[in-house]
Structures are given as structure tokens and as C-alpha cells.
């Protein structure tokens, strides 16, 4: 089992739709949990993190992770065009460990 | 701040060649950090650096890997021999702290080998 799976998608939705994207992971250990979203032919952009258990909203973004389940999300309500990304789901156990990434799900918003 | 600047942003080269990936962190940021990301693997840390010091590189993949930090300004990442399965976009990123949550990453570099 991967250390951390997302599907990969593509997920194609119209404008205005509600998004969901979720990340599973396997090691009980992580605290520390994050968004990524990466434009096509860009680097990877910070989009939000949590840190242990509950929900995060920040704008049309909000993050929510269970880690009883090892499932964290990200809704994007009243999707935009220009949400039109591959996000990534990131994830650390302690303050001194590396960032693990997901592989991405890559996303489509279709005006 | 221009932000983290990579080049070259595209190498297409043969396979036996030598490779250097070259990068300039944001100004006052102690870490460097290279990853690879390719479909396969998705994003992984091959090594960062602290105030120019390599401190972990149990990412990159074998011997023909190899970074540089020879000042707070600039850094490489050199591949000798290349080979086709290098194929990838490599990231360097800069951050104020370790595993801050405010990583930056550049624009990427997208290597083809043939």
C-alpha cells in the first residue's frame, strides 16, 4: 500500500459545481496536513493546511481531515475556471520530518 | 522577490550526457530543497540543503545524482551519465524554516532524455 493515494482523475465539473478531492494515507503518525495546487507547467502553490483533526475554510476552499479514517478533503464550492489544476494532498508527521505528497488529482472546471 | 528562478525550464538531451540543473532561492531563505516529479512517482525530495550544507539526500536515487550549494545564491543538481528513465520535472523550492508551510517552489525543469 502507497504511503499516500489520491485518485488521479482527471475530474472535469461544471462552473459552479461543488468540488470534492480526497486523499487517503496509511501512517497513523501524520499531524500535519496540506494543499497543493500545481497550474500546468508551474510549481506547486500552497493552497492550505490543518493541523490534526476538524475543518478549514478559507475563502470558496475548506479543508477537512478525519484521521480516525486517514482521510483528509478538499471542497471548492462555486468552482471557477481557473481552479482548473492538479491538486496535491501533503502530508508530515512532526514539525522535523519531510513533506510526503500525494500524486495529485488533477481537476477541470468547464466554463 | 522574483521568486525561486530554475534553469534551463526545458533540456532535451542524449542519454550518456551530463545534465546540471541550476537554481536560485529566494533571497534570506536558509532551505533548499530539489524534488523530482514524474506520473509514475509523483513529487519526491531528492535533497535539501541548510545555510548551503547538504542535510539529507537518502532521496536521490543513486550515484550519478549530485547537488551543489557553493553559496546562499545558488545551487545545482548535475546528472552523469544521463539516462532516459531521468526523465522528469525537477523542482527546487526555498523556505525560511524546515518544513515550513510556506515552501516556494520554482517554475520547474523539464528534462527529456533520449
Known amino acids: 500500500q502507497k504511503e499516500v493515494e489520491q485518485d488521479p482523475g482527471p475530474l472535469s465539473v461544471p462552473e459552479g459545481a461543488i468540488v470534492s478531492l480526497n486523499c487517503t494515507y496509511s501512517?497513523?503518525?501524520?499531524?500535519?496536513f496540506m494543499w497543493y495546487r500545481q497550474y500546468s507547467r508551474k510549481g506547486p502553490e500552497l493552497l492550505m493546511y490543518?493541523?490534526?483533526?476538524g475543518n478549514k475554510e478559507d475563502g470558496r476552499f475548506t479543508a477537512q481531515v478525519d484521521k480516525s479514517s486517514k482521510y483528509i478533503s478538499l471542497f471548492i464550492r462555486d468552482s471557477q475556471p481557473s481552479d482548473s489544476a492538479t491538486y496535491l494532498c501533503?502530508?508530515?508527521?512532526?514539525?522535523?520530518?519531510?513533506?510526503?505528497f500525494g500524486p495529485g488529482t488533477s481537476l477541470s472546471v468547464i466554463p | 522577490d522574483a521568486g525561486v528562478i530554475q534553469s534551463p525550464r526545458h533540456e532535451v538531451t542524449e542519454m550518456g550526457q551530463e545534465v546540471t540543473l541550476r537554481c536560485k532561492p529566494i533571497?534570506?531563505?536558509?532551505?533548499l530543497f530539489w524534488y523530482r516529479q514524474t506520473m509514475m512517482r509523483g513529487l519526491e525530495l531528492l535533497i535539501y540543503?541548510?545555510?548551503?550544507?547538504?542535510?539529507?539526500d537518502s532521496g536521490m536515487p543513486e550515484d550519478r545524482f549530485s547537488a551543489k550549494m557553493p553559496n546562499a545564491s545558488f545551487s545545482t543538481l548535475k546528472i552523469q551519465p544521463s539516462e532516459p528513465r531521468d526523465s522528469a520535472v525537477y523542482f527546487c523550492?526555498?523556505?525560511?524554516?524546515?518544513?515550513?508551510?510556506?515552501?516556494?517552489f520554482g517554475p520547474g525543469t523539464r528534462l527529456t532524455v533520449t
Open positions: 523550492a526555498s523556505s525560511f524554516r524546515l518544513w515550513s508551510y510556506e515552501q516556494y
Open positions: 501512517n497513523s503518525a501524520f499531524q500535519y
Open positions: 490543518t493541523y490534526s483533526s
Open positions: 501533503a502530508l508530515r508527521a512532526t514539525s522535523y520530518d519531510k513533506v510526503i
Open positions: 533571497s534570506g531563505h536558509d532551505y
Open positions: 540543503f541548510n545555510n548551503n550544507v547538504p542535510i539529507d
